[in-house]
């Protein structure tokens, strides 16, 4: 990513130690649950000298029995300890229970304990991150009018930075400010204004413009182009001001839109839309009208260089390319969102009113590249809550192409996930009596489904607490108007607006009519693999390579499922023991309802997925053509226990199969011979799901191996002649190397697969995706 101007660091350069030796006390709140100060969480021990006994009692119990097992003798002793990883358990991440009218207030600290400001007040703030000495672009906008700059450091900010007419919030400073979310932040990112916005509002803010040192506003004066006084839009005397807003009702499963269009520059999207939205580039027919007042979230856009992510950019501009200069309709109308539509919302250029100041959180566990847009569509989903609104305004700032193009890997979160994000959040419900337990309630969801870890769920209940402690109050709920099947919308009034098509000739895209808008082949991957689920063995370390694979090939498809004998809760890494991994597919089908399709996939195969466009995904694939992965064996006297074993397996479970199973079984394998295939790479359509599941329930308990079990499946489920077949035919597979033969002297990108090889480091990953990048060469923004 590019357009947030953040700087990344990397090793140990990218979390310093902390800056000051003495913590100072969050003030005290009472909070259900594990004890941490960062969250006062507190519970009480009626009688701490009986707990302290029992204690004692269990340790020396402990102690005794170990010494017991390490000198017993007979080593049968120990059969009962069973040393298989046990299957994961899901992460039980409990509600904090908070009791909101007990939060004590944390008032603004004395002047002479920290500076002249500490009693400043203000309704209008600017709050930045800062990395180095003020720019320019920063002195201009310190002289606003009727607006205080607020500027946040961290731990690259130097320790003199100084601007005349702006406050800035060192690393000390903050520490001692007395907020609970600060605890949370690290010392590196830009995700520190969160201390800042709780400053602004303990310091009277009733708008905060969430900006960066980089944002030249145009003309000088923001009134021109936000809605900065609600309440006069909302009004009687005013008349009630009306907004165009998105008419959701044309196509009722549509999540998210690209506001770019409505501004005049369809073939330009911005950083968080799902890739695959990317190619809905046609302007809206009609619009609805909603009452202006309520849009609380107010994301402006950007002329110059816009918020795009990095695959627009390496895609849209080559190294001899001019900078970024594009340019969106300044009299186009602001446009709306209604609920059950959302839209990407960053944090350098939009207006927060009081209403929405509890959606200022950036979350912490996510890449700092995705903090800012997984807000955003975390906020739009409880605005719904309170009956507000995001709306989309024309350019409001300019901002120069003079940033550093950050790779794609810092924006995984982004690419891997976002869709999934939204489609959950436009679902989800909560039956909280109260605001903040709801938005604690769907931050607890969002840990529960993986979209952010624990730690912002502790975050968010530290942060709640700080606005309350600062002065803020809940916002009052109302019903969800899609619940009711309405949109927010004036009766029966619809407009028609069609958007100015600007020239981008700049990029070097020729905007025909008979061109679709190219957007780059992983576009078209993600369009055909975009709703099928891969699931993946990882036998390598998955603490070294897990998110590795989420992000070479989450890119790609629906979701990325990873199993392994090494299961991680932290990585969500399920358990699958290898040689029954076929056992693990069924639940993982349950999960997907809607995936017309799952690819499974060792990772001792790595897949070629720009040679599969042409494949049928209504079909089944698997390396039946390839020979020294599909092979047939005659069951003699001589056969080694193995397959005597395996055959016999297989004859019980084949005369035990329904009609058409048997049928179809022994058709395709007339001398019944044993049929081995190593299963490295098959794919089930969603029609064959059932047949897979039936199958894997009538084969039980029984000791076949994976290699056995799935060509009995496939054999079973259809004839091969029905197979498609194509699908994994060019795959080269290596059966036996040389000790020094390396993977990167077979592998070629012009074949479907290969087969072996061997990642187990990040060293090895960024190998392998330079090869790979021959076939796709967006890869290489990876490394």
């Known amino acids: 990513m590019l357009v947030q101007g953040r700087r990344i660091r990397h090793g140990a350069d990218a979390e310093p130690s902390k800056p000051f030796s003495q913590s100072v006390p969050a003030p005290n709140s009472p909070i259900r649950g594990r004890k941490s100060r960062d969250l006062s969480f507190s519970f009480s021990l009626p009688c701490c000298s009986t707990y302290k006994l029992i204690a004692l009692v269990i340790l020396v119990s402990s102690v005794a029995s170990l010494f017991f097992l390490r000198r017993a003798g007979d080593r049968a002793g120990l059969l009962c300890v069973d040393r298989r990883p046990a299957p994961p358990r899901p992460a039980r991440i409990s509600f904090p229970e908070i009791s909101w009218s007990s939060v004590s207030p944390i008032r603004p600290l004395d002047p002479t304990a920290a500076a002249p400001y500490s009693s400043f007040s203000s309704d209008r703030w600017i709050v930045v991150s800062v990395y180095s000495y003020p720019t320019d672009t920063l002195r201009l906008l310190v002289k606003t009018r009727g607006w205080q700059l607020l500027a946040v450091g961290n731990s690259h900010t130097p320790a003199d930075w100084s601007l005349k007419g702006a406050i800035f919030l060192s690393l000390d400073l903050q520490a001692r400010l007395g907020f609970r979310t600060v605890d949370f932040l690290p010392y590196a990112s830009y995700v520190r204004k969160s201390a800042g916005y709780l400053f602004a509002i303990q310091h009277g803010a009733k708008v905060i413009f969430d900006a960066d040192d980089r944002a030249e506003i145009i003309g000088s004066d923001m009134s021109r182009h936000f809605d900065l006084d609600l309440d006069a839009a909302a009004g009687a005397s005013a008349g009630y001001s009306v907004l165009l807003q998105y008419e959701r009702a044309i196509d009722i499963n549509r999540t998210v839109v690209n506001p770019y269009v409505h501004f005049g520059q369809r073939s330009v999207w911005p950083r968080g839309l799902p890739l695959e939205s990317v190619r809905k580039v046609d302007h809206e027919e009609f619009y609805t009208e909603v009452r202006g007042g309520r849009q609380y979230i107010q994301q402006g856009l950007s002329n110059g260089l816009p918020d795009v992510d990095s695959v627009f950019y390496f895609t849209r501009r080559s190294s001899t390319s001019e900078p970024f200069d594009i340019h969106f309709d300044e009299n186009a109308p602001k446009i709306a969102l209604p609920q059950g539509l959302m839209v990407p919302v960053n944090s350098f250029n939009t207006i927060f009113h009081s209403q929405a100041f509890w959606a200022l959180m950036l979350p912490v566990s996510v890449s700092s590249m995705a903090s800012d847009v997984i807000r955003g569509y ?42 999934r994000l939204i489609e959950f959040l436009v679902s989800w419900r909560s039956n909280k009596a109260n605001f903040f337990d709801r938005i604690l309630d769907l931050s607890l969801a969002m840990a529960i489904e993986g979209f952010w870890t624990q730690k912002d769920v502790e975050l968010t209940a530290a942060w709640l607490q700080d606005l309350l402690a600062v002065g803020y109050r809940q916002s009052n709920m109302m019903p969800l108007l899609q619940d009711q099947q309405k949109e927010a919308s004036l009766k029966g009034e619809r407009r028609k607006f069609v958007p100015r098509k600007l020239p981008s000739v700049h990029l070097g895209v020729d905007e025909a009519e008979t061109v679709n808008y190219e957007i780059g082949n992983l576009i078209r991957w993600r369009r055909s693999f975009g709703n099928v689920v891969l699931i993946m063995y990882c036998s390598g370390p998955v603490e070294r390579t897990a998110l590795e694979w989420r992000l070479l090939y989450g890119r790609i498809f629906k979701s990325v499922v990873i199993l392994s004998e090494r299961n991680s809760t932290a990585l969500a890494v399920e358990y699958g023991e290898q040689s029954k991994i076929y056992r693990y597919l069924p639940k993982i089908f349950d999960q997907f309802p809607t995936a017309e399709g799952f690819l499974f996939l060792q990772d001792s195969m790595v897949l070629n997925y720009w040679n599969l466009l042409q494949a049928d995904r209504t079909k089944l694939w698997i390396t039946n053509k390839v020979l020294q992965s599909w092979t047939s064996v005659s069951i003699e006297s001589t056969s080694s226990k193995w397959f005597v074993k395996q055959s016999a397996l297989v004859k019980q479970v084949v005369g035990s199969l329904p009609v058409h199973f048997q049928v179809s079984f022994k058709r395709s394998n007339p001398e019944e011979k044993l049929i081995i295939c190593s299963s490295e790479v098959f794919y089930v359509p969603r029609q064959f799901i059932s047949d897979f599941v039936d199958l894997t329930n009538l084969i039980g308990d029984l000791d076949i191996h994976h290699k056995v079990a799935v060509p009995l499946f496939f054999l079973s489920m259809n004839s091969p002649k029905n197979f498609d077949s194509n699908a994994l035919t060019r795959v080269v597979y290596k059966g036996s190397l040389p000790a020094n033969c390396s993977f990167l002297s077979y592998y070629t990108a012009k074949v479907h697969a290969v087969y072996p090889l061997k990642v187990e480091n990040e060293p090895d990953f960024m190998k392998l995706v330079q090869f790979m990048a021959s076939g796709d060469p967006l890869l290489m923004e990876l490394v």
């Open 378 to 419: 975390w906020a739009q989903r409880l605005l719904w809550e309170i009956g507000g609104y995001v709306a989309v305004y024309p350019p409001t700032i300019r901002r120069k192409d003079k940033a550093k193009a950050y790779p794609f890997a810092e924006e995984k979160d982004l690419h891997v996930n976002v869709g």
